[in-house]
Every structure is written in structure tokens, then in C-alpha cells.
């Protein structure tokens, strides 16, 4: 389906508050959740935004924290992890944690003995990914296996599609309450947000941004989305973000060798 969105634009100056997803924004998508790494290119330039932005940038990703600061690792960002059920407000601050239902733990083992190797059952906590990646039949049935337990887990849960697989969640589970968590403490407060994303996960932090009068930014869109703006891919989104974000001046020089 051919989707008609305006080219994003080139920000004006002005006090953003910029909130990155990570995986299929900031990283291509690789066969395993543990197979994607982090070039210096990515960790300097987080650092040059976060400078850029008086520290107004944080992460909104489904991953938990502690897989965030491994990836990034030494860096240390803001980050809404799990959705939204962790926060670390500050790039040196706790972690405020959920905690993982017991019920959770006991599917996780079920999924897995029931779907077998193929599929690579996450365990983060009180959310579960299944990752069909290595077998896509699989889906299907992984999918059913996860609706069929939302009657009997504690409390509200839901099941969203994810990129190759599908993750359970609970409901409070939700980007545009994470951006909002941000948007209402320094050095978020009073900015106007800027939320680039690329999945189902990502639709409500659209949401919520385009209510705050702030930028969307949907990465390849494969169907109807609430972004009021799209970029091609990985490559245009870190090439996006480095226009208006990035160093000027190694900016210049890349537009001079062009
Ligand atoms: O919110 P995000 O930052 O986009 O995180 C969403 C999920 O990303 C990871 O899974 C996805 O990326 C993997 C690496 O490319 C890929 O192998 C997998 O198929 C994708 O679904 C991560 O493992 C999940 O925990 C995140 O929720």
C-alpha cells in the first residue's frame, strides 16, 4: 500500500525534546535480540544530542534498561525501558522497576516447551517476547498461545504485534505514558517532543506526541499509522536526527564531501 506523508522536515532552532525508539530506528534488525550491536558513530552522536539538547533526549524502547546500558554500554542515557515500566528519569539516577508477576514466568516455561527452539521466548520481567524470526509458521500459534493466557494472568495484560513475533504486556505498558512521564520534569518540561519510531508499540507515543503539538516520525511505515511524517529507513532516520541534532560542524564537512 503506497502511503502519502509529507517528507519530514528540517527542524527549525528551538527547545526539543527528542524520544528515540531503538530497535528498526536506531538499529537495523538482526536475527536475534542479542545479535545487534552499537557502532561509536551511534554512541557519539547520543552524546552530541544529549549535549545539543540540555539532556532533553531519552530511549522509549520495549528492551529493559540493563539491556539498553549493555548495548550502549559505557554510555548511559535516559531511558523509559519495557514499555514504559521502567523509567531511569536521569542518565545517573535508579531504575524505577515493575515488578514480574509470578504467573508470568510459569507461560514463559509453557510457550516454550510448547512452540520448541525455533522461537526465542524473551523473559523481561512482567513482559514476555516471542521472537518467530528463525521460524515465521510459528506466529500463528505463538500468538493464540499468548491471547489464550491474558483470562488468566493477575492483571490487565495485552498482546501487541512486535517485528517477527509478538509480545505480552501489561496494560499500563505504554510509550505515550512514558513520553509523558519525560515531558513533565527537567529538562523535558516546557520542550516540544519529537518521538521517531517504527512499530505497533510505537503508534501510541505517536499519539500522545502529535497531542503535545510535537513531531512523529514513523520509520518505513508498512500500514496506516497515527506519525504524521515518515523516513525510509535506519540510515535516513540516524541521518535525519544528525542534520538536526548532530555536530554542526562535522555536518558541514559531510554536506561539503556531497
Ligand atoms: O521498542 P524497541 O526499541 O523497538 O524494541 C522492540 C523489541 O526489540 C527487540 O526485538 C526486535 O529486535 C531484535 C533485534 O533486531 C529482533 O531480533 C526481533 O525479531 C525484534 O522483534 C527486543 O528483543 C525486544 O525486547 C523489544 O521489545
Redesign the pocket.
Known sequence: MRIERPMTPNLPEGKWALFL?????L???????D??SVSNELRQLMQTMERRLDGAVA??????VS?VDRLFDPLKMRVAG??GLEHRLTSDGPVEAADEPADIAALADEVEAELGKGV?V?R?GP?L?L???AAPHLLARATVLVEKALDRLPRGYRVIP????V?LMPLEAA?GAAIRRFMEIPPFVGRRPVFL???T??ENGFETVNGEDGISIRIKPRGPTAARHVIADVTDAIAWLQANFGDPARQAGRDAAE
Do not use: C, Q, W
Open positions: 525508539d531503538i530497535d528498526g530506528t538499529l537495523e534488525h538482526a536475527a536475534h535480540p545479535s545487534v530511549f522509549v524502547t520495549g528492551r529493559s539491556a519495557l514499555y526465542y524473551e523481561k513482559v517476547a521472537h518467530t524470526r512486535g517485528n517477527a513475533g509480545e510509550k519510531g517504527d512499530d508499540s510505537d
